[in-house]
Structure formats: C-alpha cells, structure tokens
C-alpha cells in the first residue's frame, strides 16, 4: 500500500475537434503523459497559462472525462477497476469547486437545499433536523451566517455562492479538494478571505488539496509542492519555494515574473 491517495501516471487526453469521413479525424492533444502523486495531507498546486489543460486535468481525474491512456488510482487501486459502489464512494470523497461560484449553483434551491443535496445523494442523514443542524454547522465552518439558510443564490455576493460551494463540497467530509480557480472570479479583497478559509478548512479539516491557478500569486500561498503547466506538458515539479525561489523552466521564470498582473482572467 503506497502512502499515495492519489497516483496519476503517464495520462494522456485529447479531443476529437474535427471528424471527417475520407481523411483522419483531428484531434487536440490536451493532457501529455502527466505524472504524479499526492500525498496525504500535502497541497498540490497546479499552475499554468489559461488553455494549458488544468480544468482537463481536474475533469478527468474525477472521470468528468475520458482519458485516452495512462492510469489513475485511488488508494493504490485503479479507479477504471471500481465497482458502482467503489466509484460512488470516489466520487464522495474527492470533491471539486469551481472558478463559476454563482453559475454552479442551482439558482431554484434555497442555500440550505444546496449544501444539504450531498447528503441525499450519499444518505447520509435520515431525519430532516440532524440534516438541517449538518447543514447550520458546515455554513459555520465557512463563515456563511445561518440567515441565509433560506435564501437563493442571486441574494448573494460572488464570495458568499463561493462559500456555498466550499461548504457543499465539505459536507460529506471528502480527502481530497480539487479547487480549481476558486478565486479567479473573485475581486482581490474577497480572494484572500476565501484563500485564507481553505487554508484554515484545510488544517481543521485534515483536508488533502489540489489547488488550480492560473496565478502564480495564488497558488504559493497556499501549496506545499507546485507542478507547472505548459500545452498540456509538465514542465516543472517541486516543492513551492524551489519553484519560486529557484525556477529551473524558462516558461515558470516568465510566469513568476508576471506577478503581479493586471488581469485576473481564467
Ligand atoms: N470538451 C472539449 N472539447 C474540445 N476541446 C476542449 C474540451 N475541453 C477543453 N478543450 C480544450 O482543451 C484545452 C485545455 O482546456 P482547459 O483544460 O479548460 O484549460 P485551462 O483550464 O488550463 O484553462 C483548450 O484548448 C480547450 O479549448
Ligand atoms: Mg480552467
């Protein structure tokens, strides 16, 4: 048994663009033999220009997407081998949000239906009140006041639905938090609180994080070992402050020296 949660090796991914009856059909290659592991406890951040493939990357890990070779396993099983039940209890416990706080959310249901929903999919609760109290504490967790228990998205700000998204995605008490861009639609005052309550969510709630950024601003503050991105390719690996302090790609030198930047587009 490796000390891995997560192993991805030598995965491949592309997408037909183009399909044509009398010569071969086009594709793009997104992902090329990517590799690495994450480590219990440990934030993995991943950084890159926007198109690089880093939602890709996320989407297929969750099975969001097919892969076309290489192997992902989840502890130290290949997740292509899992039953119904093993792939359901996969996908409960590695959670994602996304950069979209407001369009992930359903804008029909209240915010308390939609951070209780995981518990339906997954029975977790039975009875209507230790789900509600579920509910009440994971919005205390992160920072959501219990009056907006029954209110709809659009009366809340871009970093309250974020919240929502957050607390959504703890409820079920997942290993592993794939956040990608959690913050990039952000306005820069309600970035760092919400990069200051998934470090804080991270060390209370012994979460494991893979942690998605075109901003390389972002992502040192919050991970432990960085992989840099490039047309699908990694191109770069190490601890953050080795990538930082000493960049050994050209393509993660002009990166670094990019920050600080005047656009915050993903
Ligand atoms: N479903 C898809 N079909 C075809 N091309 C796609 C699809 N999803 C993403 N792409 C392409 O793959 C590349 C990587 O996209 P993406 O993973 O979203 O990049 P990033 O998240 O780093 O900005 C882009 O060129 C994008 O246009
Ligand atoms: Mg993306």
Redesign the pocket.
Known sequence: MSHYLLEVKDLNCR?E?ERNLFSKNKY?H?LKNINFNLKKGSTLGIV?E????????CRTILSLNNKETGNIKWFSKDIDQFSNKEFKNFRQKVQIIFQDPYGSLNPRMTIGNIISEPLEIYKKENDKKSKTLKVLDVMEKVGLSDLLFNRFPHELSGGQCQRVGIARSIINEPDVLICDEPVSSLDLSVQSQILDLLKSLKNKLNITMVFVS?DLAVVKSISDEVMVLKQGEIVEKSSAEQVFNNPKDEYTKKLISSVPRINNI?
């Open positions: 997408f663009i793009l997104v890159g926007s198109g690089c493939g880093k939602s890709t990357l075109h993903g």
